[in-house]
């Protein structure tokens, strides 16, 4: 890992933990005062070792795990900002990583019904619902979108 | 992973969709895998991802020992 690797793995977690935003590449060359191409190979480093995950035709961030740079069906709302998180599991990861309570508001992945669970990083929910892992762990990072 | 209100409904899904069901989880083991995965600071310049002895480990440590959870 170079110097610029671990200067854009501290910039993204920044971001995401004080604003609650995954940063663009333009942002995070302004932000490293790296030129944007080194920006990108940096990226697809940290996306090679699966620190991140980047979009497959920008280049871009995707995932800066729990974060997801775009909406998805698990948002998490903080007292803070709201962000939007890539699975149930990372939804829960959100507010153990923030260390601050916050509020999953999902949708049953069958019936569509609202799903809202307040999570503590404190200690466990006692709440209904159930987590549901469609692949097997062996094969999360072939797709790791669809797990 | 998706949440569902039910073990009903995640059957449902499966068919649905003519997936193979996976692993069910409820909501505290849930938060306790998530506790130990994103309790560390990501940025900070000595976090590595663990190895997969660990993962192996930690799913140990939270009973999910099924072929489902195996790394290798």
Partial sequence: MTSLDASLRRTIYDACLTRGVVLSIAELSVATAAPSADVRAALARLASSRVIVLQPGSGEILMAPPFSAVPTPFRVETSHHAVYANCAWDAFGVPIMLREPARVEAACGCCGEAIQLPVSPDGPPSADGVMHFAVPAARWWDDLVFT | ?72
């Fill in chain 2, 1 to 72: 992973m998706l949440l569902f209100r039910n073990e009903e409904h995640v059957d449902r899904w499966c068919r649905q969709w003519q997936m193979p069901a996976g692993a069910i989880m409820a909501p505290p083991q849930a938060w306790h895998l998530a506790k130990a995965w994103f309790s560390a600071d990501r940025g900070a310049p000595e976090w590595q991802r663990p190895p997969v002895a660990a993962v192996e480990a930690l799913f140990g440590s939270l009973e999910l020992t099924a072929p489902f959870w195996r790394l290798r």
